[in-house]
């Protein structure tokens, strides 16, 4: 139950500035960024209002899609996200907040991962526009390294450790 808590209270705070639910958002086709496919796990921690939260992230970005995987502390699946040509798709376990909202997910990853020339970061400048980003050391370094992101107007901050896996 404390996990289920704790897991909710993040994605409030991850979504806390959206509003359109998914199937009505407009986000645009897949399109890989740079052109580099890649592979990485992330370990999320960090905290909404005084609660703590941790999960586990698995992203795959190919020529074709986007597929997000989202694990809590004990290993259970609680969210999916496709993104492809045909839009985004998302899933959820059933103890997962309808407040989820799979659009902010990805504009918060554009905002933090895609270079900051890319055509989507004007897509999602709304989001991006709460958010105060550190890098370890630089931007294009990010998928290796660790982020900090902090989101003063939903009072969350979040550390985000991302390793990319060889291919």
Known sequence: MRVRYFLLLFLIGVTACAAAPEHEA???????????????????SGRYG???????????????KMQIAGLD?????????LWDEKGVRTGKA?????????????????????PENDPMQTRVA??????????QS?????WNETVQIRD???????TIV?????Q
């Open 26 to 44: 407009d986000f645009a086709p897949w399109q890989l960024p740079d052109g580099q496919p890649r592979e990485v796990v992330q370990i999320l």
């Open 50 to 64: 005084e609660t703590p939260f941790s999960l586990q992230v698995r992203m795959s970005l190919t020529e074709e």
């Open 73 to 81: 502390q004990l290993g259970r699946r609680a969210f999916d996200i």
């Open 94 to 114: 059933e103890w997962v907040s309808e407040d989820l909202n799979a659009i902010d997910i990805l504009k918060v990853i554009v905002a933090t991962y895609w």
């Open 126 to 135: 709304d989001r991006a526009a709460n958010l105060e980003t550190t890098y």
């Open 138 to 142: 630089v931007r294009e370094n990010a």
């Open 152 to 158: 003063p107007s939903a009072d969350y901050e979040l």
């Open 162 to 166: 991302s390793y990319e896996l060889a």
